[in-house]
């Protein structure tokens, strides 16, 4: 099993040492990128690899509510964006009035507001995703004293993290006249090195993070399917090359980040193109799974003379997920499913090896050694061995009175929740 800190040490050094042998390797995994590895800072979507997994203090054995103890609560408008910390700040956004996006940036041992900063950013979604909310959705990222967030009407804001001052901002619709997503910037901006990049602008986007200036766009589709973006996209090291997987509505494709060409593409069925989950990677090959087409593992074929590679599918299973990114742990991927259940299935074969009643309807989750922190989106979280054997859960406890849809912030011995009302910090005893 993978253990902690030291795993994401192990991960983010193969990458490395494979982004080298490319002579890749400043492009790749810039310093501040492998300080966020080893420091366990919560400064982005789904933790410092982004990969759910926790570096830091080993987690008790068990949680209950008395070990769970509030330290601080504010009250907010409604999001779905995670919070993100860095330094002494926990940075969190919100929609207000149906009318305009907030930042804010609260201290983080008290809560007390630091800064806040505003834009006009209102819309709203399909009629059939209405009672899911027209408001802020995409969680975001912060490196090296700058703050970058996603505004619902495709536009990204560069803010100093410091102050809130704005530093550039990017209208995707201005730039590269493409229709608004019909369900917003949905995707968490991803930072390499010097750039920024995002599912946005009906394609994926590479922007220097200084400046916003745009470094190539690629899989341009004139805004149908593939680039409204649910998912986000996430570095990987395959057969020793650096990519960035980038799952759009209708296929799943591997990005060189220097020259932004496809490497390979493969197309990846769900109903409406509900492909959300963040891919991930295990033993060289590429896991996720959808909402109407079911759970899919993929091995890169034979390296072309030309153009991309082709693509494989190992497995095809018929459970679906559908907005909780998995945990993929000991050759084993743990995912919530769109009928409500949690699944442990082995990757190897793509049978289940277990699959438990019904819980809520979206999970957030997070993991560290062979434990994983699961939040509800009905505001329970559970503490969850992860084992092929059988669902074993160690302890439950109740952090939320309203939908809880953010995802998880974990960061030393505090947990940050965000539910619709307001982000919520808990010290784990």
């Not at 995912?335 to 819980?359: M, S, Y």
């Amino acid at each position: 099993m993978l253990q902690g800190c030291q795993a994401l040490g192990e991960r983010w050094n193969a990458a490395l040492r494979a982004a080298a042998a490319c002579g890749l390797a400043g492009a790749m995994l810039a310093a501040p990128a492998q300080d966020l590895a080893a420091s366990g800072r919560w400064q982005q979507w789904r933790g410092p690899a982004r990969d759910g997994f926790v570096a830091g203090a080993t987690w008790p054995d068990g949680l209950s509510a008395d070990r769970l103890v509030k330290s601080w609560r504010v009250e907010l408008g409604p999001s779905y964006s995670g919070p993100v910390i860095d330094g002494d700040l926990v940075f969190v956004t919100e929609t207000k009035d149906k009318k305009t996006e907030h930042v804010r940036a609260l201290d983080r041992k008290t809560g007390k507001p630091v800064w806040e900063a505003s834009w006009e950013g209102a819309m709203t979604v399909p009629f059939f995703a209405i009672s899911n909310g027209s408001w802020i959705r995409s969680t975001p990222a912060v490196d090296e004293g700058r703050l970058y967030v996603a505004g619902m009407r495709d536009m990204l804001v560069c803010l100093d993290a410091a102050t809130g001052k704005e530093l550039w901002r990017k209208d995707f619709m201005k730039e590269f006249d493409s229709p608004l997503p019909a369900f917003g910037f949905v995707s968490s901006p991803l930072i390499v090195g010097d750039h920024v990049f995002v599912q946005a602008g009906s394609g994926f986007v590479k922007l220097e993070k200084a400046t916003g200036k745009v470094v190539w766009r690629v899989l341009a589709d004139a805004g149908g399917m593939s680039g409204s973006a649910f998912s986000s996209p996430f570095v990987a090291t395959l057969d020793g090359v650096p990519q960035i997987l980038v799952q759009a509505r209708e296929f799943l494709a591997g990005i060189d980040p220097e020259s932004g060409k496809v490497l390979w593409q493969t197309p990846v069925e769900a109903f409406r193109g509900m492909n959300i989950v963040t891919p991930t990677v295990s033993d060289g090959r590429i896991f996720t799974t959808t909402y109407g087409g079911g759970s899919f593992l993929f091995a890169l074929g034979t390296p072309a003379a030309d153009g991309p590679r082709s693509v494989e599918t190992v497995w095809r299973n018929k459970v679906q997920g559908y907005m909780s990114s998995p945990i993929v742990l000991g050759g084993h991927a743990y995912v919530h499913l769109r009928n409500q259940r949690f699944a442990c299935l082995d990757l190897a074969t793509g049978k289940e090896d277990w699959i438990t009643t019904p819980f809520g309807r979206y999970w957030s989750m997070v993991a560290q050694g062979d434990r994983i922190l699961a939040l509800d989106e009905t505001g329970d979280v559970r503490l969850i061995r992860a084992t092929p054997e059988k669902y074993e859960q160690l302890g439950e406890a109740k952090v939320a009175e309203r939908e809880s849809w953010a995802h998880l912030a974990v960061e030393g011995g505090t947990v940050y929740v965000r539910d619709l009302e307001g982000v919520t910090a808990y010290e784990w005893k």
